[in-house]
């Protein structure tokens, strides 16, 4: 995300593995995320984060339900001497207040 606030780019994989976080590790609802993107995005297209997020969320047209990225695994896949995360001090501790909306609060 620090990546993303600063270039207004992050990789797909970047984009899959945070929304999956988003979704699963912290259990948000999915559109915050998406919303979020929208704003810092700077190849933000309507269609193609919207419905990544959607396939992402497992609320989409797409049978196979939502995805959940195992966050170790692609750190040794795809981060294995850690490089990415030292670069964007992604191991740094977190005290962001997270918002438990629901659905039903949304505002429309
Ligand atoms: C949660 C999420 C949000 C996203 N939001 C956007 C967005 O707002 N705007 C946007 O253009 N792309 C979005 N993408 C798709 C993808 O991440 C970017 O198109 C890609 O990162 C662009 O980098 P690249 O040009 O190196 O792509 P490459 O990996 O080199 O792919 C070549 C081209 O294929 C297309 N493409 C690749 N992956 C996807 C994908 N998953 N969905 C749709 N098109 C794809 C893009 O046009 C891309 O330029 C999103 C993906 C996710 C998971």
Redesign the pocket.
């Known amino acids: 995300m620090k990546e993303l606030n600063a270039t207004g780019f ?3 994989r970047s ?2 593995i ?2 999956s976080c988003l979704v699963n590790e912290l259990q948000l609802d999915w559109r915050y ?2 919303a979020y ?2 704003q810092q ?1 700077i ?4 269609a ?2 919207w ?3 959607q ?2 969320a497992g609320v989409g047209v797409d049978p196979r339900g939502g995805r959940h990225f195992n966050l170790a695994k692609q750190t040794q896949q795809y981060d294995p001497h850690g490089e990415y995360i030292a670069k964007w001090q992604g191991n740094e501790h977190c005290d962001a207040q997270l918002d438990d909306l629901d659905a039903a609060d949304w505002p429309v």
Do not use: P, S
Not at 43 to 46: E, P, R
């Open positions: 992050i990789t797909n984009r899959q945070a929304a995320g998406a993107f929208e995005l190849d933000y297209d309507v193609a984060n419905g990544n997020w396939y992402i």
